[in-house]
């Protein structure tokens, strides 16, 4: 279930956002206690005439600012590489959520439910919608989180690395039954995804 541990070329890129915040934060805490440690040891005697513009402008404002806008850059730069650009191989996969399932359909008309089957190797793009509140989909290990809206279609790209089980949740709170709300996400070779949904719905 973790970020962190990534199974896709999507988890890999929010977990390589995730680790960018991370190394630029511990730069500006860095920072911060560098200046902190720099005033305690001037104490009350420091040189008065130094140009305060120094640590207020450059210190205070301009490295942390270059630090922040290089994060979002970083950030935009991820983001674009999980849209769900054209590709001829992707799959289409229709995702419906309600309280307290997941139903999907597949291409070819098979259906499951709180089980999502995908062919691994290739990318999935999943149409989310909601029949009643505000769910989010998420698997950790496969790709960021997408609200599922009633009465609109998100779509999401995810994709495994190589067949297994992953888990699922619900990432919004949609209900008493919440914590229940989970599903597995089975990833199959293509001679298994070939025999799910039938030979013509490949």
């Known amino acids: 279930m973790s970020t962190i541990d990534p199974a896709g070329p999507h988890a890999r890129s929010v977990a390589g956002l995730w680790w960018a915040m991370l190394g630029g934060a511990t730069l500006l805490t860095l920072l911060v206690f560098a200046l902190l440690a720099l005033a305690f040891r001037r104490g009350g005697g420091g040189d008065r005439t130094q140009d305060p513009r120094l640590w207020i402008g450059w210190l205070g404002l301009a490295m942390p600012g270059a630090v922040l806008l ?8 991820i983001g674009a590489r999980t849209l769900p ?28 439910q709180d089980v999502l089957h995908i062919p691994a190797g290739r990318p999935v793009n999943l149409r989310i919608t909601a029949t009643d509140v505000i769910h989010s989909l998420w698997v950790p290990r ?25 888990q699922g949740e619900c990432a919004e709170y949609c209900g008493t039954g919440h914590k229940d709300h989970g599903f597995t996400v089975v990833a199959h070779d293509a001679a298994g995804w070939t025999a799910f949904v ?5």
């Open 70 to 77: 290089a994060l979002l850059g970083f950030a935009l730069v």
């Open 85 to 112: 650009v054209p590709s001829d191989d992707a799959v289409a996969i229709d995702v419906v959520a309600r309280q307290y399932a997941w139903n999907v359909a597949y291409p070819g008309g098979r259906r499951t």
């Open 142 to 166: 496969l790709a960021g989180k997408m609200d599922a809206i009633p009465g609109h279609t998100n779509v999401l790209r995810i994709e495994a690395d190589a067949p297994g089980t992953y």
């Open 198 to 202: 039938g030979e013509n719905a490949r």
